[in-house]
């Protein structure tokens, strides 16, 4: 018979997860400790508590990035057991306010922001080409439209010194991944549907996303949601460095002539969730006079930012001292560059780096030294 994970994790497990758990380090308590979010679990779902106040907060203060299961010997998977307890708390409209609320701002505006969907591709308009049928489309992403939009534009020069013509969906709707970590499942089906008809009607031969969560839902949870895509979904560390490799962008990066010590941040929906750990690091070390300097906790081990899994939304001083952490190890390397591949990464270290150091998204740090 095959053993029970909440029960696996909650009851019979070692509990060295603890140590590693970014959420556990802050709070030091061991109800937010991934085996304490277990043991919730298991007694909401027997019966023995009904849940309150404190049992749905401590389920919600989880980044749900994935640490944990790296760390356990039976790769219980907390994450997703977190996610369903999650949809079953929202069902009950016990869930933090902070996470109603984005419920309703995805379904007025179709994006957690609550921007207008109207603006979408507003840092976009009048400097793309329109793209034919076929070739290479860009999701753009919620961060990257509303809170970053440097990075959409760094990746639409990109991708047009590469392909020279690329499309947009004109009507894109947040993926879902704030959505499926917060229990909104229906809502994520919903735009997971609509997100698969735009793209697929497209016509485009593979779609490239500079968004680490964007990434991880169109390529991984729209098929768990029995929607998968036809189209290919490429990273755009995965995209770059196929082009990097083939030779197509020989002699067009320039590293500005001097040495830069420069770290990189894994994302956790690009890393841990989805295994990419080389390309971005290729695409770094490829570029003349770049110095890449791991930090201690990197690759599998890498340490979230603390805006994930609704982290952010529902605990924002929470999230804030984990990615003053993240700053402090990335500072500890001595490099001048802290480098994501993650708009949401992106946006969070940036607030709280305080000019200690230079934070970039992939996409910018590329598009800077691109001759065009």
Same mark, same amino acid.
């Given at each position: ?11 019979e497990?070692?509990k ?24 919730i ?10 849940g ?17 299961? *790296? ?8 994450? +997703? ?5 999650? %949809?079953? #708390? /929202?069902?009950? =409209? ?17 994006n ?21 049928k ?7 992403g ?12 760094s990746?639409?020069?990109?991708l *047009? ?8 969906? +004109? ?5 879902? %991944?704030? #959505? /499926?970590?917060? =229990? ?7 735009h997971?549907r ?18 680490a ?28 460095w ?5 030779g197509?962008? *020989? ?18 929906? /690009? ?5 990419v750990y ?19 906790w ?12 609704g ?22 390397t ?32 590329v598009?800077?030294?691109?001759k065009?």
């Amino acid at each position: 018979m095959k053993a029970d994970p909440v029960v696996m994790c909650g009851v019979e497990c070692m509990k060295m997860c603890r140590f590693v758990c970014i959420v556990a380090n802050q709070i030091k308590l061991e109800t937010v400790a991934p085996y304490g979010k277990c043991l919730i679990a298991y007694y909401l779902r027997n019966g023995e508590i009904r849940g309150g106040k404190r049992a749905e907060e401590a389920i919600y203060q989880c980044a749900t990035c994935g640490l944990c299961k *790296e760390w356990c010997l039976p790769q219980v998977d907390v994450p +997703e057991i977190v996610k369903e307890v999650r %949809a079953k #708390l /929202l069902k009950k =409209g016990a869930a933090p306010g902070a996470t109603l609320e984005v419920g309703k701002k995805v379904m007025d505006e179709r994006n957690p922001y609550g921007e207008p969907h109207n603006k979408r591709l507003a840092a976009l308009r009048g400097e793309r080409k329109r793209g034919k049928k076929g070739g290479v489309a860009y999701f753009v992403g919620c961060t990257s439209a509303y809170r970053q939009p440097s990075i959409a534009k760094s990746t639409v020069k990109i991708l *047009e010194q590469i392909e020279g013509e690329i499309s947009l969906i +004109e009507d894109e709707w947040c993926c879902g %991944a704030p #959505l /499926l970590s917060t =229990g909104h499942r229906e809502l994520a089906a919903e735009h997971a549907r609509h997100n698969k008809e735009a793209i697929e009607k497209l016509g485009c031969d593979f779609v490239v996303t500079s968004c680490a969560g964007c990434y991880m839902t169109l390529s991984r949870d729209y098929p768990k949601i029995g929607l998968p895509l036809k189209t290919e979904i490429l990273h755009l560390s995965q995209y770059l460095w196929k082009i990097i490799d083939e030779g197509r962008l *020989e002699g067009k990066i320039s590293g500005e002539g001097r040495g830069v010590k420069v770290t990189y941040h894994d994302p956790c929906h /690009l890393g841990r969730h989805m295994g990419v750990y080389d390309e971005p690091r290729k695409i770094l070390s490829s570029i003349s006079g770049v110095q890449l300097i791991e930090m201690e906790w990197s690759k599998k081990n890498s340490k979230c930012c603390g805006s994930g899994g609704g982290l952010q939304l529902n605990f924002p001083e929470l999230s804030r001292r984990i990615s003053v952490e993240r700053i402090r190890e990335a500072v500890a390397t001595g490099a001048e560059v802290l480098v994501t591949s993650c708009p949401f990464c992106k946006n969070q270290l940036e607030g709280v780096s305080e000019g200690k150091i230079k934070v970039y998204d992939l996409a910018e740090f590329v598009a800077e030294r691109l001759k065009v």
